[in-house]
């Protein structure tokens, strides 16, 4: 591999961010000195479900994709999954990571369990997928990994520091959705479902809002992630719950070419 000068590294200028999970990929980049997206694409990977052929598949991705055959100054993997919980801090153990994740998650001898410090104190631990994380560091050197659940609760964190209501925010996965609840600016609930029709997405959004005693005539919804107006998701959630809409995210930084469903990106976006 070739290796990168000090004073070569001082004037690269972009950083790039890749979203994996088992069904598709999705990167950007970012040019830090015009503070612009130069490049937004999202991959699907159809009928990919285990770790291997996702590597295969990545593999020709960046093969294939001249604009990963350049040099990045920062590089971002965000792991997208529900093998996941959240500890509070001051009650995490980090030699009990399997134990976190034992009851929910179904765990191998040979998973390899990492976890996220977030700045309100609590801790995401997940399962990586390993063998993508080698494969980034083979291809560009050291970079930074985290899950997606902390993207999610710390960007909308900061949105809901001084809203003194009940906010609700519903992540669209293509297999799982995360539902994230906030009170009086506070992170109440994340819990992430996977789903296969909008009978359980609603089934699971209704259930949460009884257990919170969340009333869904008067809780404000947002949607982010894989939904459109459009979709048979979204449809059922307008039947179900008064105010619901599509997230409408302000980003500090431009685009080449913005896209037309932006809330397809805030994940992505939100870990540049």
Known sequence: MATTSKNQINTITKDLSIQINLNGLS????????????YLEQILFPGLKNTETVLDAVKHIFNTNTQLHQNFKNVTLIHQNIWQTLVPKA????????????????ILK??????????????????????INNYVFDHFGSFTYKHQSTILIESLERENKHNPKTKAYINFNTSSIDLIVF????????NSFETFTQEDVIYYILFTFEQLQINPETIDVSVIGLITEDDANYRIL????????IYKSNYSFTFKSKPIYLQHYYSILNSI
Do not use: H, M
Request: hydrophobic residues 35%; aromatic residues 16%.
């Open 27 to 38: 990167f950007c980049i970012l040019n830090t000195e015009s503070n612009s997206i130069e």
């Open 91 to 106: 009650l995490f153990n980090e030699t009990l990571l399997t134990d976190y994740l034992k009851y929910n998650t179904k």
């Open 110 to 131: 040979t998973d390899f369990i990492a976890y996220d410090e977030l700045i309100s104190n609590i801790v995401s631990v997940y399962i990586p997928y390993t063998n």
């Open 183 to 190: 009170k009086a600016g506070k992170l109440e609930l994340y």
């Open 238 to 245: 307008y039947k179900y719950i008064r105010n619901v809409e």
